[in-house]
């Protein structure tokens, strides 16, 4: 079995979302120690956003020289992600949604043809066999009939965007983490209470 771990945050080793899914992957591995490990650090090493160029690739045009190590790069995230069997993201809310980081790996894996297709039906996704585990944190509240729930577009894009290509996601959730420290503290021991209470398989 193949997991794959992804982080988003900037922080380094002050990222809630590190520690939380750090715990997740480690709770993971406790339950099945032959479990195969792939790690990417898209802050450390980010993909470059997309650009006409990218686009025009895909769609069979000739792409310049310059862009072969980024193609390279692209098709190297896109296999990752169809070889893992579980996929275990640390994902903090930047400015009300997901780092941008994370937003150039998700556009190398929603991919037509590889994740979903578009049918007489409408589009189908085709990722559906994976496990795909999200810690998530927000430095305030964001909860249906919170003040600042219009504005939470982390969880809800997610949601939306692995639920298009077939996965229902699970989520680790560390809100509040901004507030004060007695608000972070109880967020992260929640949550890592959760990674450690999740489900094995």
Known sequence: MKLLHID????????????????????????????????????????????????????????????????????????EFLAADVVVIGAPMYNFTIPSQLKAWIDRIVVAGKTFSYGANGPQGLAGGKRVILAISRGGYYGAGSPAAALEHLETYLRGVFGFIGINPEFIVADGIQVGPEHREKAIAGALQAATNLRAA
């Open 8 to 79: 988003s945050s900037v922080l380094g080793p002050h990222s809630v979302s590190r520690q939380v899914s750090a715990a997740i992957v480690d709770r993971l591995k406790q339950a099945t120690p032959s479990l195969e490990l792939v790690y990417r650090d898209l802050s450390q090493t980010p993909l470059a956003h997309l650009s006409g160029s990218h686009l025009a690739a895909a769609q069979g045009a000739p792409a310049p020289a310059e862009l072969g190590p980024d193609l390279a790069a692209s098709a190297a995230a896109l296999d």
